[in-house]
């Protein structure tokens, strides 16, 4: 490193991709960079890759996937450790973050036949001489572009999707994790040496829309939500169907009837884990007013514990600390006042936990992505209040709700893809479920059932088993069978007298 580089913020000398910690500065890695032409040659690559990987069938791929589950559980400290070391992530951060990915590889892995395997369809009575079957295939390539700020849970949830439904994947890392990106790739290999089955292509934002324009079948993309528009607008040259996971505003709702305590706990957690750059960190709470005060003193006594350095590590991302820092400025001025940190709290590469109340709905701390560890606290009447202004934000991708009597009905309520009651971003541990958001969140699923399905095409066959009694679809028909049709269809399905 030269003096004039920043820390963390990546660099390209040489055509190597150059990645350092935040915090200190120390390289964490280098990486060859790609070019369109380089995206290009993976992808063609990956297509050849792709034909074996999906000759190998469910059962072959389900052996190698669950192999490289339990690699990473085997290397889950060697896994953190570069992660701490490339994105200033707390090394307790990076483990759960691995134990959330090898959850989602191992139900990918385990269930991707039965999800999308082969099946034969119930007859229609209309159509009792066919028999339908129902398939779901692997679009061959798919491209996964990612973040940095959970570099190993977002991009293996795609990656296993895919991989599970018999796709190769070429996938660009976020240029601020390459090296943990690369590391993926590398023990995927150690387990899968035969063929380049997932690959990684390194640089810039013009690699991952060169990867959009490189004939791949599907992008999988994870990331803010200009750049979402960006893919959607680079995968629509050619029609490529896109995933768009992007940004959030989650709110959390305390309604009169929570454990407070534990919705303190959760809200602290939630907002502040990995420094508050969490797509689904709570960022706002609606709290009813019987139990607002002792709430707002529940988070100011929790967070208030947190240290900067140990708990709460660096912003990754350099310039996301002007963004926070706009954001302070932007509450306090409108009349929000810090009842735990603030004016001060951006101490770069840090920012100290800040909570705010009174904070105007049109502020920027309460519309806006903020991506740092700070909190609004906003006093509401009811629970009714609370959803309306939750769901008053272009985003929707998760939320929490705290109560007992009316929790889940609230749950439902809340314009979001995803919603934890009596708990914050637990929906991200859960293989089964799927994942993704509403409006300027982003669209399509990964995780679950709905998550390969995403990265599988249905594939409809009718097959005729018998030749047709009275038959619809074909010129030799008689207008007497067509009557007889329609009689059929009056009895079947006509309003009965
Ligand atoms: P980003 O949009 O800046 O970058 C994401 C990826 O897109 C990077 O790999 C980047 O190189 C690439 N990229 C940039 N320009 C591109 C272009 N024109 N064409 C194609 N690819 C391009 O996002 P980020 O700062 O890395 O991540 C933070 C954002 O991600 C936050 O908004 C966060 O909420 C969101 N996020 C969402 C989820 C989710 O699942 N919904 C998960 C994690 C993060």
């Known amino acids: 490193m030269t003096a004039t580089h920043v820390p963390g913020l990546p660099v390209i000398e040489d055509n190597q991709l150059i990645s350092t ?41 389900r052996t190698r996937l669950l192999r490289w589950r339990s690699l990473l559980v085997e290397r889950i400290d060697e896994l953190a450790e570069l992660t701490r070391l490339e994105s200033g992530k707390p090394v307790n ?33 209309l159509l009792a001489e066919h028999v339908g079957h129902l398939e779901y295939q692997p679009f061959g390539v798919v491209g996964v572009i990612g973040p940095w700020n959970y570099p190993i849970v977002t991009p293996i949830g795609p990656i296993s999707g895919a991989l599970a439904a018999g796709n190769a ?23 899968v040496p035969e063929q380049p ?27 803010s939500t200009a750049t979402g528009k960006k893919v959607m607008a680079a995968c629509a040259e050619n029609l490529v169907p896109v995933v768009i996971e992007a940004g959030g505003k989650d709110a959390l709702i305390v309604d009169f009837d ?21 797509c689904i960190g709570i960022e ?27 708990e ?55 519309r806006e992505e903020t991506f740092g560890p700070t909190l609004t606290i906003t006093r509401v009447a009811d629970v009714d209040e609370a959803i309306s202004k939750a769901n008053d934000s272009p985003y929707g991708l ?51 059932e709905d998550g390969l399905r995403e990265f599988a095409r249905p594939k409809a066959i009718t097959v005729r088993r018998a030749k047709s009694l009275l038959p619809a679809m074909t010129f030799e028909r008689t207008p007497a069978q067509v009557r007889q049709i329609v009689k059929a269809l009056r009895l079947l399905y006509g309003r009965k007298p």
Not at 258 to 278: F, K
């Open 93 to 125: 951060d990076g483990l759960i973050e691995v134990t959330a990915a090898v959850e989602h590889l191992d139900w990918a892995a385990r269930h991707a036949k039965k999800v999308l395997g082969p099946r034969r369809m119930r007859t229609r009575l």
């Open 258 to 278: 929570a454990d407070v305590r534990a919705a303190a706990e959760a809200a602290v957690w939630g907002s502040m884990t990995n420094a508050g750059q969490t």
């Open 312 to 366: 709460i590590g660096p912003i990754t991302m350099p310039r996301q600390l002007d963004i926070i820092r706009d954001h302070i400025e932007d509450a306090l001025a409108k009349g929000g006042r810090a009842v735990l940190g603030g004016a001060d709290a951006v101490q770069a590469p840090y920012v100290a936990p800040t909570v705010f109340v009174d904070v105007p709905e049109d502020s920027s701390e309460i």
């Open 169 to 191: 994947v070429v996938f660009k890392p976020s240029e601020y994790t390459p090296v943990v990106g690369q590391w993926l790739v590398d023990t995927f290999a150690e387990i």
């Open 398 to 448: 998760g939320g929490s709700v705290f109560g007992k009597k009316n929790a889940v009905r609230a749950a439902r309520r809340l314009r979001s893809g995803m919603v934890a009651v009596n708990g914050t971003l637990t929906f991200v541990g859960m293989g089964n479920l799927p994942f993704g958001g509403v409006g300027e969140s982003g669209f399509g699923r990964i995780h679950g």
């Open 21 to 61: 910690n935040p915090a200190t500065g120390e390289e964490a890695g280098r990486v060859p960079a790609a070019d369109e032409q380089a995206v290009r040659a993976a992808v063609e690559r990956a297509k050849e890759a792709a034909a074996w990987w999906q000759g190998l069938g469910w059962d072959g791929r």
């Open 284 to 310: 706002r709470v609606y709290a009813v007013a019987p139990v607002y005060d002792a709430f707002v003193a529940a988070v100011v006594e929790k967070a208030g514990k947190l240290r900067t350095g140990e």
């Open 197 to 223: 089955v997932l690959q990684a292509v390194h640089g810039l934002g013009d690699v991952g829309g060169a990867l959009c324009r490189s004939g791949v079948g599907k992008v999988s993309f994870t990331g």
